[in-house]
């Protein structure tokens, strides 16, 4: 069996350990008089995985996180400011970790870039390569739509969000931060724990292979990075897997990267919309019992 049963109760526990640090963190850099409760902060997440998941260049996530904020009773300035700083921190950490990786795996990172190329241009790879373009430009006209139908005063004041990203602090954005790399290092390590113990395959490539992958996506136009990651995926172990241990590791990669989080998400959000409809029908029962008694009367 591969990947063993082993590798996926790790692979399941780095899951579940990033959606806790991921909520940490989330109540750290959006403080306020309606504090967030672990669960609740777990539950904004999930929404913005889901949306993520599904919407051209991961259009969807903040937006389903900032509104789930808002019905969570946060006010609009400390959400706008909470997520532009946790953005913040992404983006520098992702920058730092980008140019760590690439000199300390620089060889690696050149051997991988040239094999991808040799592939890409192969006679069989076209095709792919065109249907890749083909969804990648669908999903940025996609994106560009979906920005343009979110309401212009969705987002609130500018000015009242930098006054409360400000009031943050060093010692809250610094444990952001730390919870951010934590949070990293755990989805990259899904990868290598999938495939521990198989011969042939480099920790060192398998480590820069995961990072890029994954965080990869965040460059690319279409949801989850789909086809353009598979396409790297499929590469990047080519000649070193069977066809059919590849298909397995790549399905159980994106099963713990990408479809449980956004699965709970879609459950969560699917639970309070049953238990808004189900609030609903019991006020409607309520005022016809009401109506009916006041007519008996």
């Known amino acids: 069996m591969f990947p063993s049963l082993s590798a996926h109760l790790a692979a399941l526990a780095l899951c579940a350990i990033d959606v806790v640090v991921r909520?940490?963190?989330?109540?750290?850099?959006v403080p306020g008089d309606a504090r967030l409760s672990l669960w609740q902060a777990v539950t904004i997440n999930?929404?913005?995985?889901?949306?993520?998941?599904?919407?051209?260049?991961?259009?969807?996530?903040?937006?389903?996180?900032?509104?789930?904020?808002?019905?969570?009773?946060?006010?609009?300035?400390?959400?706008?400011?909470?997520?532009?700083?946790?953005?913040?921190?992404?983006?520098?950490?992702?920058?730092?970790?980008?140019?760590?990786?690439?000199?300390?795996?620089?060889?690696?990172?050149?051997?991988?870039?040239?094999?991808?190329?040799?592939?890409a241009t192969g006679p069989t790879a076209r095709l792919l390569i065109v249907l890749v373009l083909a969804l990648a430009l669908g999903s940025a006209a996609a994106a560009r739509w979906y920005r343009r139908r979110l309401p212009a005063g969705a987002l609130g004041s500018v000015t009242a969000a930098c006054q409360r990203a400000r009031q943050l602090g060093w010692p809250s954005v610094t444990l952001a931060a730390t919870l951010t790399a934590v949070s990293m290092a755990l989805r990259v390590a899904i990868l290598p724990v999938l495939v521990a113990g198989q011969p042939g395959l480099a920790t060192g490539a398998v480590v820069l292979g995961s990072f890029t992958l994954l965080f990869g996506q965040l460059a690319l136009p279409t949801p989850a990075g789909a086809g353009a990651v598979e396409l790297g995926f499929v590469g990047g172990f080519a000649g070193t897997l069977s066809a059919a241990?590849?298909?397995?590791?790549?399905?159980?990669?994106?099963?713990?990267?990408?479809?449980?989080?956004?699965?709970?998400?879609?459950?969560?959000?699917?639970?309070?919309?049953?238990?808004?409809?189900?609030?609903?029908?019991?006020?409607?029962?309520?005022?016809?019992s009401s109506s009916a008694s006041r007519v008996r009367g």
């Open 23 to 29: 909520a940490v963190r989330l109540r750290l850099l």
């Open 46 to 119: 999930a929404y913005g995985d889901a949306a993520s998941a599904v919407t051209p260049g991961r259009v969807g996530g903040d937006p389903a996180r900032f509104l789930a904020c808002r019905r969570a009773g946060v006010e609009a300035p400390r959400v706008l400011a909470g997520l532009a700083v946790e953005a913040l921190i992404d983006w520098v950490l992702l920058a730092a970790a980008t140019v760590v990786l690439g000199l300390v795996f620089a060889d690696t990172a050149a051997a991988g870039a040239r094999h991808l190329v040799a592939l």
């Open 245 to 288: 241990t590849l298909a397995t590791l790549l399905i159980a990669w994106r099963v713990y990267t990408l479809i449980l989080p956004a699965a709970l998400g879609a459950l969560l959000f699917a639970r309070e919309a049953l238990g808004r409809r189900r609030q609903v029908v019991d006020r409607e029962i309520v005022q016809g």
